[in-house]
């Protein structure tokens, strides 16, 4: 059965993690993706831990499926065969810090050039335009700059990282959005386009009613835990046994939730009556749901909330995603199989029911796909293979 992607051949010149993660969902949706590295260690992140034989846990988890070629772009015979893949590619990735790509030769107008149907994606911690464009950024300090780790943690004292790179991974899923629209507008006008996304706008387009806050009233969001700042009862309780998450979304919730817990008599209290009321008189209300909620176990709460449908679940930890019936049954935990053995990785979210995503493959060995393209695609022989490896060019 066919991917939705299928036929879409994308040259990726990425490292890390935004870029990386940007053709991964590309690559699972179909599309043939060609990692461009450097022949001396390529992408950065084969080297991190932790280790699976001898390949990067983290490198196999979001280069799984692509194909990798070795290529210099600092002398010109890699210059010019990165021309010749220009010319066939449909889409190009790239997340040098802006101006890199333009100083090897690759501005946006030599781009169109070479290609007029190229959508050309630069993924970057500022963006292409602005006074800090050239700045060099990582998750940690884009997070911070962002006003995210302000509305994170447990309070003002402690400004928290959110604890996935989800910096990197919102620029990345960002861009592949940009990508397929630019695709769109493709075989409309027949032009390709650069695409801009930075890792700092795509956090600040994510911080949604932090932002709607602050412009509504002035006032500066700061953390409040796992609270929810404009619904309530909407956190983490304690219970006799652990911790378990209740979010009660309105008011219909609200007097059920009253009655699960034991305390039908606060369903028409004034200070609780409306979700503005119980979000005014939070601390109160948090003392008494606290206090019931300590009467019996975890398991025991989350079974009553579940006959009545209020919105409620344990906190995981990593290793329950293994076990967990839902994450199984969607497929989101997978086994690829690697030549350093089986490895289990997040699976695709995205279900389509006519063109199914999935991972095509495992990442792939620095340069293992060299013959394949340079001699299967560029026409290019076994001699001048040879010679372009002697010369350091691949």
């Not at 993690?17 to 590295?37: H, I, N, Q, R, Y």
């Not at 998750?139 to 928290?160: K, R, V």
Request: with cysteine; hydrophobic share 40%; net charge negative.
């Amino acid at each position: 059965m066919s991917k939705p992607l299928e036929g879409l051949f994308v040259l990726d010149l990425t490292r890390v993690l935004a870029g990386p993660f940007c053709t991964m969902l590309l690559c699972d949706m179909g599309a043939s993706v060609v990692k461009v590295e450097r022949p001396d260690g390529g992408d950065d992140s084969r080297s991190f831990s932790p280790f699976v034989g001898e390949e990067s846990a983290y490198f196999m988890s979001i280069n799984r499926g692509k194909k990798s070629i070795t290529l210099n772009l600092k002398t010109a015979e890699g210059k010019n065969l990165l021309e010749r893949l220009i010319e066939r590619a449909d889409v190009l990735v790239e997340n040098f810090r802006p101006g890199v790509f333009e100083k090897l030769g690759f501005p946006d107008e030599r781009l169109r050039e070479i290609n007029p149907r190229l959508i050309y994606t630069c993924s970057s911690g500022f963006g292409h335009s602005g006074p800090m464009s050239r700045r060099t950024a990582y998750d940690l300090i884009i997070q911070g700059l962002s006003g995210m780790m302000s509305i994170t943690g447990p309070d003002e004292e402690n400004p928290t990282k959110v604890g996935s790179s989800i910096a990197d991974i919102f620029c990345g899923t960002f861009a592949c959005i940009g990508i397929l629209a630019a695709l769109q507008s493709r075989n409309v006008s027949g032009r390709g386009q650069m695409v801009d996304v930075a890792m700092l706008d795509s956090m600040v387009a994510v911080l949604e009613n932090a932002i709607a806050r602050y412009a509504a009233t002035g006032e500066v969001p700061v953390p409040i835990g796992n609270r929810h700042p404009s619904i309530a009862p909407f956190a983490s309780f304690e219970t006799l046994d652990g911790k378990i998450n209740i979010a009660v979304g309105n008011d219909g919730i609200w007097n059920k939730f009253c009655k699960a817990i034991g305390r039908s008599d606060i369903c028409d209290d004034p200070r609780f009556a409306s979700n503005p009321a119980r979000v005014k008189n939070i601390s109160e209300l948090m003392e008494i749901i606290s206090e019931q909620l300590k009467k019996k176990g975890s398991e025991e709460w989350l079974s009553d909330f579940e006959k009545l449908d209020i919105p409620s679940g344990k906190i995981n930890n990593v290793a329950d995603l293994f076990e967990d019936g839902q994450i199984k049954a969607r497929e989101m935990i997978v086994e690829v199989s690697h030549r350093s053995g089986t490895v289990k990785m997040p699976g695709v979210p995205i279900k389509f029911s006519e063109t199914p995503a999935s991972i095509s493959g495992p990442a792939p060995l620095l340069g293992e796909h060299n013959s394949e393209i340079y001699i299967g695609m560029l026409g290019i022989s076994v001699q001048e293979m040879d010679a372009l490896r002697e010369n350091g060019v691949i």
